[in-house]
């Protein structure tokens, strides 16, 4: 094969393709899920379905062929993974920051150090979503691939949405919200390192998710349907029913 032809097999070739890797913060405290019988555990650390919350969501992250490395990023008092075996896709970093925002931009900054390069695409997934399927994360790689920008796994607003004002110290209705344009962001939201890194860089701490960041840029964020499963554990209550859907999944 002549330098030509090789250079043009190599420019065309998967591996000269942007990769896919998974960042999740794990940081947290999650003070409102904070179970009575393990008051000392983070929320992504207590037991769901017989094992820690957090490697249900690591599994079905792993299980996607498509995904280069999962970077779980954790604060530097964590000792949780300390003589714990991880495999060989799975990195650890211990620079979680104050906020979620600055926990996600140390991560990226992370993968930059690992090899990634900025057009490589991340996925950002909460720990605490331990109930996200293989199938619905490789449904956003397949719809985020081809997009200029990215997106986010969102569940359309099924329920009646209302707006609340305090009247005599407590919550009334203002007025009912339409609801026709209305999704509940959920993750992995999917986006370029570099992109969502300079967006994060520039909204500061105040945003909630990496769609939020992406926004203040100036992009339009894709919209792809999750699931009702996919919720985010934040309450007490909500332990019981996450490990009612994983038993049911056996």
């Known amino acids: 094969m002549t330098d ?3 250079n043009a097999a190599a420019a065309s070739s998967p591996a000269s393709a942007p ?3 998974a960042l999740i913060p794990c940081a947290g405290v999650g003070l409102r899920a904070i179970a009575a019988d393990s008051p000392e555990l983070p929320k992504q650390y207590q037991s769901v379905a017989g094992q820690p919350m957090v490697m249900h969501t690591l599994a079905a992250m ?8 999962v970077l779980l990023v954790i604060s530097d008092s964590d000792d949780f993974w300390q003589g714990r075996a991880t495999d060989g896709r799975l990195s650890i970093s211990a620079h979680g920051g104050a906020t979620r925002a ?3 931009s140390n991560g990226l900054r992370e993968l930059l150090r690992l090899g990634a390069a900025a057009e490589d695409w991340v996925l950002v997934h ?3 979503r331990c109930l996200v399927t293989t199938a619905q994360i490789d449904a956003l790689i397949d719809a985020c691939l081809p997009d200029a920008v990215g997106g986010l796994l969102a569940l359309k607003l099924p329920d ?3 707006q609340a004002e305090a009247v005599g110290g407590a919550p009334r209705v203002r007025q009912t919200v ?3 344009d209305k999704w509940l962001a959920q993750t992995p939201q999917m986006f370029r390192i570099g992109a969502l890194l300079a967006a994060l860089e520039a909204a500061g701490a105040a945003v909630t998710d990496e769609a939020s960041a992406m926004e203040l840029a100036g992009h339009a964020p894709l919209l792809v349907a999750g699931g009702a499963q996919n ?3 934040t309450y007490p209550d909500d332990f019981a029913l996450a490990e009612a859907v994983l038993l049911r999944r056996g």
Do not use: G, P, S, Y
């Open 160 to 162: 009646t949405l209302k």
């Open 231 to 233: 919720f985010k554990v």
């Open 126 to 128: 909460d720990a605490a």
């Open 178 to 180: 339409d609801r026709a």
């Open 19 to 21: 990769r896919c890797w």
């Open 4 to 6: 030509d032809k090789a």
């Open 62 to 69: 792993m299980a996607v062929e498509r995904i280069h490395q």
């Open 102 to 104: 600055e926990t996600v």
